[in-house]
């Protein structure tokens, strides 16, 4: 299976609004309502911060958003804040019934 | 809580079977809601899911590493566990154990370093 395709990096300044893609096929992210999104922090374990597209867990700020087209979901964060400066990798349930993580992408606050 | 932790060996041969545990504290393994998994992340580089598998023992792997990856469960002690065989220098990596709800990862271990080296 392929990694789903992320931009290796994006950035936007305090109070901005930010979008990351993930792309991937007709087998995972246009078949399934199964995309979810991590944070991670330098030296951290991952955090969930969207899953099944578009829903938030329990303490996770609502500047925080997901949505899906077709074979690629995104992610949305407005209000940028210097604390959300990190790594965000998507992932999809597969027709393989197995997980696809994006490659990554690495976001920078001005 | 809920919590995971990860032991086991820091340091592998080349060649030899990395061998991972993931204790669960805080609530029970064989909850029908979840899976468990295995994520690893190389240094400086991405995530990477290695697996999963539900308390009954049934396992999903992913295919680049399904020959090689073996994950089971032990309910009595709360863990579940990875064993990777034939390591290289390629599998040194930080090693996740994580819950999974509903197809996505909510909880993680703090992750535990693995080196491959002679």
């Known amino acids: 299976q392929s990694a789903l395709t992320q931009p290796a990096s994006v950035s936007g300044s305090p109070g901005q609004s930010i979008t990351i893609s993930c792309t991937g096929t007709?087998?995972?992210?246009?078949?399934?309502?199964?995309v979810s999104w991590y944070q991670q922090h330098p030296g951290k374990a991952p955090k969930l911060m969207i899953y099944?597209?578009?829903d938030r867990p329990s303490g996770v700020s609502d500047r925080f958003s997901g949505s899906k087209s077709g074979n690629t979901a995104s992610l949305t964060i407005s209000g940028l804040q210097a604390e959300d400066e990190a790594d965000y990798y998507c992932?999809?349930?597969?027709?393989?019934?197995?997980?696809?993580f994006g490659g990554g992408t690495k976001l920078t606050v001005l | 809580q809920l919590q995971l932790q990860e032991s086991g060996p820091g340091l592998v041969k080349p060649s030899e079977t990395l061998s991972l545990t993931c204790t669960v504290s805080?609530?029970?393994?064989?909850?029908?809601?979840?899976?468990w998994g295995w994520i690893r992340q190389p240094p400086g580089k991405g995530l990477e899911w290695i697996g999963s598998?539900?308390?009954?023992?049934?396992?999903y792997y992913n295919p680049s590493l399904k020959s090689r990856v073996t994950i089971s469960v032990d309910t009595s002690k709360n863990q579940f566990s990875l064993k990777l065989s034939s390591v290289t220098a390629a599998d040194t990596a930080v090693y996740y154990c994580?819950?999974?709800?509903?197809?996505?990862?909510?909880?993680w271990g703090q992750g535990t370093m693995v080196t491959v080296s002679s």
């Open positions: 994580a819950r999974e709800e509903a197809r996505a990862f909510d909880i």
């Open positions: 805080g609530g029970s393994i064989s909850s029908s809601s979840y899976y």
């Open positions: 598998i539900y308390y009954s023992g049934s396992t």
């Open positions: 007709s087998s995972d992210v246009g078949k399934y309502n199964s």
């Open positions: 099944d597209v578009t």
């Open positions: 992932t999809s349930y597969t027709s393989s019934s197995t997980r696809v």
